[in-house]
C-alpha cells in the first residue's frame, strides 16, 4: 500500500515544472529534536508558550534563555536525518526548486539544501534588537553556560535574541519571499507540517498538485492528491529514487 502511494507521489510530483518543499517540525523530530505540541515529549508540556512571547522577552530577556537554553543546544547538535538528505538531492538534481520551512534549526541545509527559506528565523545566530549586531549562537550559548544570562550585544550592551520569530513579532521577509515560491509553483510536497501555523498553511492553497507526508491529520488533507501518515526519513529516499528513475527514463 505505502510502495503504491509512493509511486503515485512520485509520478504526480514528475509531471510538475516547479516544485517547492513545505517543511514543519515533523521532520525535525526525526532528528530528535523534540516539536511543541505533543503531549509528552513537546516543549510546550515542558514551558510555558507565555515565556516565548516578544512581550516576554522584552520584559525579562533572561527567562526566555533560563527556559529555552537546553532545548537550542539540542537543536544545534542535531543532525540531518534521510529525510533532510533526500530533498537536498532532489534539490540539487533540480526536482525540488526551493524549501520552505517552519523550523529554525538549519537542518535543511546541513541535508544538502541551498535555496532554503526560513520563514520563522534561524537559531544559527543570535541578534541585537536596538544595534542589529549579531553573534553565532555557538558562541551565545557557550556566554550562557559561563553565566552570561542574557547574553548581551557586543556593540551596546543591550540583551540579544536568538535570531528567530517569536510570538508576536511580524513575520520577516523571508515569508514574502515564500508566497513568492508557492505562488510561481505547480507542485508542492509538505513533510511534517500539521498546517495549523498561520501564515504557513495558507502556502498549499496556491498550487495544483499537493503531496503530505504528515503522521496526522491536516487541515488540507482535501486538497492532497496523495497523503502518507509513514515516517519522513523512511518515506522521502524512496520517494526520491522513484522520482529519479521516472524523470531519468
Known amino acids: 500500500m505505502l510502495e503504491e502511494k509512493i509511486k503515485e507521489a512520485a509520478a504526480e510530483l514528475s509531471t510538475c515544472k516547479y516544485v517547492v518543499v513545505l517543511s514543519g517540525a515533523g521532520i525535525s523530530t526525526e532528528s530528535g529534536i523534540p516539536d511543541f505540541r505533543s503531549p509528552v515529549s513537546g516543549l510546550w508540556s515542558r514551558a510555558n508558550p507565555e515565556d516565548f512571547t516578544i512581550q516576554s ?7 526566555l534563555y533560563e527556559i529555552g537554553a537546553d532545548f537550542f543546544q539540542e537543536m544545534m547538535n542535531a543532525d540531518p536525518n534521510s529525510g533532510h538528505q533526500a530533498i537536498g538531492e532532489l534539490e540539487q538534481k533540480g526536482l525540488v526548486k526551493s524549501v ?9 541545509q546541513k541535508g544538502g539544501s541551498q ?3 526560513e520563514i520563522h528565523g534561524s537559531l544559527e545566530k543570535a541578534r541585537c534588537l536596538n544595534c542589529n549586531w549579531e553573534e553565532n549562537m555557538d558562541d551565545v550559548l557557550a556566554e550562557i553556560n559561563a553565566g552570561t544570562v542574557p547574553p548581551r ?16 513579532e511580524a513575520m520577516p521577509p523571508a515569508y514574502q519571499e515564500a508566497l513568492y515560491e508557492a505562488r510561481k509553483a505547480d507542485g508542492m510536497l509538505v513533510v511534517g507540517s500539521s498546517l ?6 495558507m502556502l498549499p ?5 499537493l503531496v503530505i507526508v504528515n503522521r496526522e491529520e491536516t487541515p488540507l488533507d482535501h486538497k492532497a492528491s496523495i497523503i502518507m501518515r509513514e515516517s519522513i526519513s523512511d518515506v ?3 520517494l526520491k529514487e522513484e522520482w529519479l528513475s521516472l524523470v531519468q527514463n
Request: net charge positive; hydrophobic share 35%.
Open 196 to 201: 495549523v501555523v498561520s501564515p504557513a498553511n
Open 100 to 108: 520552505v520551512t517552519q523550523n529554525i534549526d538549519a537542518l535543511h
Open 57 to 63: 522577552f522584552l520584559r525579562n530577556p533572561g527567562r
Open 115 to 117: 535555496n532554503v527559506i
Open 205 to 209: 492553497q496556491y498550487v495544483d498538485k
Open 236 to 238: 522521502l529516499p524512496r
Open 153 to 168: 550585544c557586543k556593540e551596546c550592551n543591550d540583551p540579544v535574541k536568538p535570531d528567530v520569530i517569536l510570538f508576536g
